[in-house]
């Protein structure tokens, strides 16, 4: 049973360019989550998919946004990179239910120079 | 962003001796998350639990669901290498959704 994966899994880009990283959920998970892990932070809340929409969002510019596709699988797309976007991009999945735990994926090192 | 108090920030501990550590917040969660978390890889799940004064316990792991619902608690026994890694509480505020959010974290450090 596959677990959440993520790719990339390294990714080094200049300021001003935009990027896209992947997820695909765990298998029977319908809802996809996307959060930012600076250094030694815990990780930040972006925004939740589920049904194709975007259902909740935390708090961040418009810059980034995101997608999920009808087989569960998402996107998360960051414009206009900034030095302070550079962060591990962790996906995490889990039922719609609100009591579903999250299960999360090994992320996305992005490196912003 | 919001993110919880988590305390300690680190500890170096001995073989075999007994962890504890805690999440407090200001607001009120309905539930509250453990997660442990290696160099290069996801958070992974250690325990959840949903009800105030909950205790739920995974092998070795034992977690508490404060009463007041703004706090929770982790103790690992007789802790081995492999426990090394950061741990990192999260809950979720009600009516917040599937929404979570994480503490500071733990560095925890083990001596043979």
């Known amino acids: 049973d596959a677990g959440v994966t993520q790719s990339p899994t390294h990714l080094i880009k200049t300021r001003g360019q935009q990027v896209t990283l992947r997820c695909s959920p765990k298998s029977g998970h319908d809802t996809v989550s996307w959060y930012q892990q600076a250094l030694g932070q815990g990780p930040q809340f972006i925004f939740q998919y589920y049904e194709e929409e975007e259902r909740q969002r935390g708090n961040f510019p418009d810059r980034f946004s995101g997608h999920q596709f009808p087989n569960y699988s998402s996107e998360l797309n960051v414009n206009a990179l900034l030095l302070g976007d550079s962060a591990l991009y962790l996906c995490?999945?889990?039922?719609?239910?609100?009591?579903?735990?999250?299960?999360f994926g090994n992320g996305t090192r992005l490196t912003v120079t | 962003g919001q993110q919880l108090n988590q305390s300690p920030q680190s500890m170096f501990i001995q073989e075999g001796e007994d962890v504890s550590m805690n999440c407090t917040s200001s607001s009120i969660f309905n539930t509250w998350l453990w997660y442990k978390q290696d160099p290069g890889e996801g958070p992974v799940l250690l325990i959840a639990l949903y009800k105030a004064g909950e205790l739920t316990s995974n092998g070795r792991l034992t977690a508490q669901f404060g009463i007041t619902r703004k706090d929770s608690f982790l103790n690992i026994s007789a802790s081995i290498p492999s426990d090394v890694g950061i741990y990192f509480c999260a809950g979720r505020i009600t009516g917040g959704g599937n929404k979570l959010t994480f503490g500071t974290g733990t560095q925890l450090k083990v001596e043979l």
């Open positions: 995490a999945s889990s039922l719609r239910d609100t009591y579903s735990p999250l299960h």
